[in-house]
DNA sequence: CCCATATTTCTATATTTATCGAATTATTGG
DNA sequence: CCAATAATTCGATAAATATAGAAATATGGG
């Protein structure tokens, strides 16, 4: 994953009505959620609801499908996976965060020098 | 976790340059970088990137120490930790997600309903 | 004490992001 | 085909964020 890519997805779960609406959809699984229901849920209008959804699918955090007259977002659990990766790699000295840098003495850098 | 704390983090490393320093202080290490030579390596103006570090600082991802006349920056790993551990809870379905998302079947939720 | 260094704070401006009503585009039921 | 529903796109502001030079604030060497 390439810096640019992992500052999208940051910046598209930055945000209160955004990352509210990334949880629903996570929690939602694979069944997915349309558009208006999660405007109504999170209590903004369509419209803003609509920009939000458009970044996390720009950022690739959410797909859409057509049913009907709804289209349904679902998390892409894998984008989702992507980003953990690089955050693992890049941002928490290249092991598991939270197994090997909570009070642990496994880090590949010394704590103190 | 507070939802607005995960969100300041979030929002601290979705931008370029402060996704760049807290990279380098990540391996860094405890020794940590002074300001002036993170503005260098990254190719800023001091006083951008104090009001970089200010922000990362804010959302308690990096620490400050003075040492004679610079002031030295360092990763927060316990912060970092904690906005893994709100990502992995909130939104990876509730396990580590990269290993039970990522093309498992021990999610929590159906893939498919 | 004075000067050079390191950094931050201030100030102004530019850019990006967020909000939301109105208009527009699909889709379906009748 | 038409009316109703569901979303998105448009357009106009409003608000937040980023940039960077200039001024101000510490620190330490001589």
Redesign the pocket.
Known sequence: MQPDHAIRAL?AL?????LAAFRLLVKAGAQGI??????DRIG????????????LAHAGLVT?R????????SADYDAMNALMGYLTENCCGGEDCSVALSGSDSCKEPMIR
């Open positions: 910046a930055a945000q209160e009505h955004r349309p558009a208006g229901v999660l405007a903004v209008p369509a419209s803003s609801m609509s920009f939000h959804l458009a970044q859409q057509r049913a009907s007259r709804s289209i349904i977002y």
